[in-house]
T-cell receptor
Framework: SQQGEEDPQALSIQEGENATMNCSYKTSINNLQWYRQNSGRGLVHLILIRSNEREKHSGRLRVTLDTSKKSSSLLITASRAADTASYFCATDADSNYQLIWGAGTKLIIKP | DVKVTQSSRYLVKRTGEKVFLECVQDMDHENMFWYRQDPGLGLRLIYFSYDVKMKEKGDIPEGYSVSREKKERFSLILESASTNQTSMYLC??????????FGPGTRLLVL
């Protein structure tokens, strides 16, 4: 069943701008992950943030987590054409290592 | 390096055919999952397995079956393919409550 919801569904920005995507979920979680999927390719793991963390950085990526609002945001700074992809958040809400996925945000970076 | 492989990247089948999608992982992981991904719907879980010869239904098992005879191999079977099973199929494995590892996906077209 779908728990995560990404917002917006689609985002188009100019190269060099920052891109922000949001994810909301419904139940308590152990951690939240962000993935990228390029067109026609498999999913690539970007970053994992645990429920006791508020912010995490990885290169040009910055993820925040607000457990009181059950939401997370993914910020990509200084976007590049290669960042064009769909971005998914996924949460684990039980102990069976099974992730629950949102429908994704389609990000287009215009050169 | 973690490796999850799927038997085909692209597959075209006719309605009524029996279809086998194979997934092999080299990480000695117990947990393996089959998802399908459709535009605007995100990932939906079809079946999963926590051990050899063990299987459990996911959210949308109808029209599918699975086989896990060996730890490294998890097969998804479409008993009688239908056009609504045209989709991208993703195999995933995970060994701990952390990142899941994805295969490259199989894009199946049922005519």
């Amino acid at each position: 069943s779908q728990q995560g919801e990404e917002d917006p569904q689609a985002l188009s920005i100019q190269e060099g701008e920052n891109a922000t995507m949001n994810c909301s979920y419904k139940t308590s979680i152990n951690n939240l992950q962000w993935y990228r999927q390029n067109s026609g390719r498999g999913l690539v793991h970007l970053i994992l943030i645990r429920s006791n963390e508020r912010e995490k950085h990885s290169g040009r990526l910055r993820v925040t987590l607000d457990t009181s609002k059950k939401s997370s945001s993914l910020l990509i700074t200084a976007s590049r054409a290669a960042d064009t992809a769909s971005y998914f958040c996924a949460t684990d809400a039980d102990s069976n290592y099974q992730l629950i996925w949102g429908a994704g945000t389609k990000l287009i970076i215009k050169p | 390096d973690v490796k999850v492989t799927q038997s085909s990247r692209y597959l075209v089948k006719r309605t009524g055919e029996k279809v086998f999608l194979e997934c092999v992982q080299d990480m000695d992981h117990e947990n393996m999952f089959w998802y399908r991904q459709d535009p605007g719907l995100g990932l939906r879980l079809i079946y999963f397995s926590y051990d050899v010869k063990m299987k459990e239904k996911g959210d949308i098992p109808e029209g599918y079956s699975v086989s896990r005879e060996k730890k490294e191999r998890f097969s998804l079977i479409l008993e009688s393919a239908s056009t609504n099973q045209t989709s991208m199929y993703l195999c995933v494995t995970t060994g701990q409550q952390e990142t899941q590892y994805f295969g490259p996906g199989t894009r199946l077209l049922v005519l």
